[in-house]
Nanobody
Framework: VQLVESGGGLVQPGGSLSVSCAAT????????MSWYRQAPGKERELVAT????????YYADSVKGRFTISRDNAKNTVYLQMNSLKPEDTAVYYC?????????WGKGTLVTVSP
C-alpha cells in the first residue's frame, strides 16, 4: 500500500487550494479514505472521510462548508478541495486508509495559509 499526497503550498487567507492523494497497492475502490492534518505543536486531527463509493462524507466542524472531499475510483485518487482558507488551516495534510487491521498513511503535504 502506498499513498502519495501532492498539491500543497502557500496560499493567502481566503484563498483556495486542492490536494490530491494517489493510492497504489490495494483495491482502492473498496475502502474509505480520509484526510487528516497536523498543525505545528498540535495533535493530528481528522479533517474529512469519504466512503468507498463516494456516497457518504464526513467533515470536522472546523472545515464544514469550506472543504470538500471527493474521489475518482478510476484514477485511484482522493482529493480535498479547500476554500476560504484561514491561517489556522496551516498544517501538514495526510492521506489515510484502514485496511486489513492496519493503518496506512501518506508522508503528507504542507499547506501554509499566510498573507
Amino acid at each position: 500500500v502506498q499513498l502519495v499526497e501532492s498539491g500543497g503550498g502557500l496560499v493567502q487567507p481566503g484563498g483556495s487550494l486542492s490536494v490530491s492523494c494517489a493510492a497504489t497497492g490495494f483495491a482502492f475502490s473498496a475502502y474509505a479514505m480520509s484526510w487528516y492534518r497536523q498543525a505545528p505543536g498540535k495533535e493530528r486531527e481528522l479533517v474529512a472521510t469519504i466512503a468507498s463509493a463516494g456516497d457518504f462524507t464526513y467533515y470536522a466542524d472546523s472545515v464544514k462548508g469550506r472543504f470538500t472531499i471527493s474521489r475518482d475510483n478510476a484514477k485511484n485518487t482522493v482529493y480535498l478541495q479547500m476554500n476560504s482558507l484561514k491561517p489556522e488551516d496551516t498544517a501538514v495534510y495526510y492521506c489515510y486508509t484502514y485496511r486489513g487491521s492496519m493503518d496506512y498513511w501518506g508522508k503528507g503535504t504542507l499547506v501554509t495559509v499566510s498573507p
